[in-house]
């Protein structure tokens, strides 16, 4: 984005905190974060942490165990270090909006956007050399609000006009908790890759990957997407990974449904040499058409302990691979 010194300095100052070696652990857990959206979120730019979609990320969007962003925790160690004039400043960009903003006006000094949704409006810096679009187009981004305007943050993703349109009525139908489902660039980009899968089980790997990746990051779980994938090379069944991943953080019968859902659909759409490439779903399909007995799966079923805990017990979904579901 265009920005001018006094604005520069302050994400410089941000840049240095949250790339520090005390920082470390935090950016490892964004990047992981991160991994199921690689893909777009990366997409023409210099992916891992030289990426300004990643400083973005990593300033606004990303928590850690106490529910702390990147700014969050840079005001709460540097904040009473620094002039009162840039910690003001700093603590306005807690008021950054993150979401799909439709264009409607270009100025020379700014242009004017509307949140799809909603009624809100934002004035954003115009710099030198922007390309001016069409009204009715927009982009998925973060603007941030820096003295009387806001400011591009991030690269924006940008989209139609007729996306903006068909987006912007599902959101005004579905109000608020809509928006809310697509709070940082991360989460919209899972939605777009998924198709907006919704309640229905993943289709493909792509669409596991991404349920996995989501869930993983919530439950706390200690495997990446990958690590898991491939450590289904060597198991029987998906139980085994709850065998080697000690305690999970499942708050919720929800959230530990969720997740058992994940494993079973990357179990049952991940690749094995064992089906010489094919996955459960595709061996599935392929003994069928051979009239073989297909390879029994497997489902999970929740038992509730204390606290935010459970117990887990696998048990054979039938004569083909589950739905995902659990009892």
């Known amino acids: 984005m265009g920005r001018s010194k006094d604005v520069q300095a302050l994400f410089e100052r941000l840049g240095e905190f949250l790339f520090s070696d005390q920082l470390a652990d935090f950016r490892k857990s964004a990047e992981r974060r991160c991994e199921s959206a690689a893909e777009l979120f990366f997409a023409g730019g210099r992916k891992g942490e030289t990426d300004p979609r990643f400083f973005d990320f990593l300033i606004f969007s990303h928590r850690d165990a106490d529910g702390l962003t990147g700014l969050d925790l840079f005001l709460r160690e540097e904040g009473p270090e620094i002039p009162p004039a840039e910690r003001e400043a700093m603590v306005r960009f807690r008021e950054a909006v993150f979401g799909l903003f439709e264009y409607e006006e270009f100025r020379s000094r700014f242009y004017r956007v509307r949140l799809a949704g909603t009624d809100d409006r934002f004035k954003v810096k115009n710099y030198r050399g922007r390309v001016q679009e069409a009204p009715g187009a927009g982009f998925v981004g973060r603007l941030v609000p820096f003295r009387d305007l806001y400011l591009e943050s991030g690269f924006p993703m940008p989209l139609s006009a007729e996306q903006v349109s068909i987006i912007d009525k599902i959101f005004r139908e579905a109000g608020p908790p809509a928006r809310r489902a697509i709070a940082n660039p991360v989460q919209f980009i899972e939605y777009y890759l998924a198709g907006f899968l919704g309640r229905s089980p993943p289709e493909n790997l792509r669409q596991a990957e991404i349920l996995a990746a989501s869930s993983f990051t ?43 859902q994940a494993i079973l659909a990357l179990w049952n759409h ?16 392929r003994n069928r058409s051979r009239g073989k007995t297909p390879e029994v799966s497997f489902q999970v079923i929740f038992e509730r302990g204390e606290g935010d805990y459970g117990k887990v017990r696998v048990e054979p979904a039938g004569d083909g691979p589950p739905d995902a579901g659990t009892k």
């Open 218 to 260: 919530a439950t706390e779980f200690p495997f990446t997407v990958a690590e898991v994938k491939a450590r289904f090379q060597q198991m029987e069944n998906p139980s085994d990974i709850f065998k080697e991943c000690g305690l999970i953080r499942a708050r919720t019968r929800k959230e530990f449904e969720t997740l058992s």
């Open 270 to 285: 991940t690749p094995r040499d064992r089906h010489g490439g094919k996955s459960v779903v595709e061996n599935h399909q």
